[in-house]
């Protein structure tokens, strides 16, 4: 690929650009000093939360490529993860086969459910956003009828120790112990750190830099080529003979399964499932973590998903524990990280159309 | 022979007016309806208490008529469904608080509730009005986001705000506002009593259905004057509009102000029905049900009347009222929130991926 033409981009945007990541490391570094967060407990905290989420945040960047903008549809993704760790831990098996078993288990669903949101986005045009956070509410919706309702009662099911007491659905919360840390511990690593045993997902993280060069990789194909065309100017693509439809059903499947991936990640490291909600939130606080990195919703690189995984959940760490040291009330921090995420994503979404509005009216 | 040859034609003739009744009366309208009367059926048929599930249904229907009635004006500005509900919500929850704060109960406490929340919402439909108009194109989403960020945010208002009456704060710390309010001496039930009467053993919320039409009407009066037909006609054809010398940038807020409004009175309302005032994280997907109905009632992204409204609250709240007696008698545990995700969610699905309209 020849080397894009670096347009001459005035002091002010590129500013604007800085501006949020580094609004963010401000909004960390007081946090962590008015905690008394020491580095060490930072970087405990972080290596484990980094590798949780990173996959799940790279997953969004093929639809932003392909100007389908944030891909809210991930909870989907997610839920396909969900399900195929469930049958994984009720089949037994473990350690790492069980979680390669759940990642091949964890495609096809995903590939499925990733044509259905594709074929949705397709439907609507131009409002993919909307559309893929409300797929998002609706397919949690089938995810209850299916695991709350018909396990058990129209899908025959013999485990009874992971059922609820009326004799269908599955219980809250499934120990998903057979899975717990196998990618994570397979190539064990312990650092000492202020005396106690820390553990560094070495393999995790050779799998999240496997997914980040597959990223660049991807980009660089001629199915990446054509993505980034669409996402540019579709009109153009169009002319050119690039089968639009096609291929924005295609970014949108690769997304659904890098979350479902994702997914199985977040969950091997934390080693329960709630069964009903662990894939709630997924999106958003992906997205948000994608958002303060200063990426856009029509431009987002790698760099930019691991910096803002990183800014992100440190500020996650920080803010209760800082809200108890300030306020009294570790709660106001809780609910100020969760109204950061939900500003972060407005702001982005506003700067969005904004831009796009003024571009119009310019021209 | 020419007579023969006018039956065929006839009956396509006939085909087509019943296709075209079908479209008018739309799919998802009479999949609804149906959907209710088999619940009502299997009501009757096990002999449920009918009566109650009437009154039940009355009540929600009352009770959430005003938030769907605060979408209407949105639609007709042309800014699409209005997912930023919530804004206007937090604004009459805050009014909630002031009054019952300073201890006020009774009519002059319901009244003067809604007024603020309706001062309060007026600003805050400015502002919202202003950023939507920046962000054309994309105004479900940005009102969605928006609506998330104002309730997230509230809370850790409702956390620190200055409120130091003791039945409203946290009994231990004694400071942060409670995550439910009860309104039990303040004006609790207050409109749906008013003039309630009982008719067949179905008892009427007289008060709350009062206010539900007289809103329904003042809306349907308001899109007649002329400010109103003013939105109407440049949500319509904004180029047009400008030329007769109106601004659909003017007109915008205008639709936004007036839903923000109904939204803030709206939760007034459902608070005084309802009996409590929830707080937090309660308002965040209020919007989504309110929506779900507009929609249920043939309304579309861009298209919505008073009978939508009407029509659409009626068939959605009764479903949510009458599925969970009904379905628990069948299966154990609560489908109805599956149900619901279900229902609310796809038929928002629909109208987005409708094609033509938009």
């Known amino acids: ?363 | 022979m020419v007579v023969e040859a006018a039956a065929p034609a006839e009956r396509a003739g006939a085909l087509e007016t019943l296709r075209e009744q079908l479209r008018e009366v739309g799919i998802p309208r009479l999949v609804i309806g149906v959907f209710l009367l088999a619940l009502f059926g299997i009501a009757v048929a096990t002999h449920m208490d009918l009566r109650g599930l009437i009154t039940d249904s009355l009540l929600r229907v009352a009770r959430n008529g005003l938030l769907v009635l605060a979408l209407l004006p949105a639609i007709q500005g042309g800014l699409g469904l209005n997912f930023g509900l919530p804004i206007g919500i937090v604004c009459g929850l805050v009014a909630c608080v002031i009054t019952l704060n300073a201890g006020m109960a009774g009519w002059p406490a319901l009244g003067l509730t809604a007024l603020i929340g309706a001062a309060l919402a007026v600003p805050a439909g400015i502002g919202y009005g202003w950023l939507l108009n920046r962000t054309r194109g994309q105004e479900m989403m940005v009102g969605t986001y928006l609506g998330f960020a104002v309730v997230s945010g509230m809370s850790i208002f409702w956390t620190m705000a200055p409120f130091h009456n003791s039945l409203l704060v946290w009994a231990i710390g004694g400071r942060g506002l409670r995550t439910t309010l009860t309104l039990a001496g303040f004006y609790d039930r207050l409109l749906d009593k008013l003039w309630s009467f009982p008719i067949a053993g179905v008892s009427i919320p007289t008060g709350t259905l009062l206010v539900f039409a007289a809103a329904c009407a003042l809306v349907g009066l308001f899109f007649r004057t002329r400010a109103g037909l003013t939105i109407a006609a440049a949500r319509s054809n904004p180029r047009f509009a400008r030329a007769a010398g109106i601004s659909d940038e003017r007109t915008r807020v205008q639709a936004t102000v007036f839903s923000t409004v109904l939204a803030a009175v709206g939760i007034v309302v459902f608070c005084q029905s309802y009996g409590f005032v929830q707080l937090y994280t309660a308002p965040l997907l209020m919007a989504f049900p309110a929506v779900a109905c507009l929609l249920i009632g043939g309304a579309t992204v861009s298209r919505a009347s008073l009978t939508h409204v009407v029509v659409g609250t009626l068939l959605f709240q009764s479903i949510l009222t009458v599925a969970l007696p009904v379905t628990s008698q069948v299966i154990q545990g609560d489908i109805t929130e599956t149900a619901r995700l279900i229902i609310q969610n796809g038929m928002i699905l629909y109208a987005l991926t409708r094609r033509g309209e938009r």
């Not at chain 1, 290596?47 to 891909?71: D, E, K, Q, T, Y």
């Not at chain 1, 986005?121 to 893929?132: P, Q, T």
């Not at chain 1, 089938?142 to 013999?158: E, M, N, T």
């Not at chain 1, 397979?186 to 202020?194: D, K, T």
């Open chain 1, 1 to 363: 690929m020849p080397p894009r033409p670096r347009a001459r981009v005035p002091l002010h945007p590129r500013l604007a650009h800085a501006a949020v990541p580094l609004l963010f490391v401000l909004l960390c570094v007081l946090g962590a000093i008015a905690g008394h967060i020491t580095p060490l407990f930072l970087i405990r905290e972080m290596l484990a939360r980094f590798a949780r989420n990173a996959v799940l945040v790279l997953s969004l960047l093929v639809p932003i490529l392909a100007g389908l903008g944030l891909n809210f549809g991930i909870v989907i993704g997610a839920m396909a993860g969900q399900a195929a760790a469930i049958v994984v831990t009720l089949w037994g098996v473990r350690g790492i086969a069980g979680f390669a078993l759940a990642w091949v288990l964890a495609a096809p669903i995903a590939v499925v459910l990733g044509i259905a949101t594709g074929w949705l986005f397709n439907r609507a045009r131009g409002r993919e956003m909307v559309s893929g956070l409300i797929a998002g509410f609706f397919a949690n919706g089938a995810y209850q009828l299916v695991f709350l309702f018909a396990v058990g009662s129209l899908i025959p099911f013999h485990a009874r120790e992971v059922l609820l007491p009326q004799g269908f659905g599955l219980r809250n919360t499934i120990d998903l112990d057979g899975i717990q840390y196998a990618v994570d511990d397979l190539i064990p690593l312990r650092v000492v750190l202020e005396g106690s045993s820390v553990r560094v997902p070495l393999a995790t993280f050779a799998i999240i830099g496997l997914f980040c060069a597959l990223n660049l990789f991807f980009q660089r194909t001629k199915l990446g080529q054509e993505l980034r065309a669409m996402g540019q100017d579709p009109h153009v693509a169009a002319i050119a003979g690039i089968p639009i439809e096609r291929n924005r059903v295609i970014a949108t499947v690769i997304s659904t399964v890098f979350a479902a991936w994702g997914q199985l990640f977040f969950l091997q490291n934390l080693g329960t499932l709630n069964t009903y909600s662990s894939h709630e939130q997924v999106g958003m606080f992906s997205i948000a973590a994608l958002l303060v990195s200063g990426a856009t919703v029509t431009r987002a690189t790698v760099g930019q998903a691991i910096l803002g995984t990183l800014l992100f959940h440190t500020l996650f760490v920080v803010s209760p524990i800082a809200g108890r040291v300030l306020l009294g009330d570790a709660q106001i921090g809780e609910f100020f990280r969760v109204f950061v995420a939900y500003a972060v994503i407005s702001v982005a979404l506003v700067l969005h159309a904004w831009q796009k509005g003024s571009r119009k009216s310019s021209s």
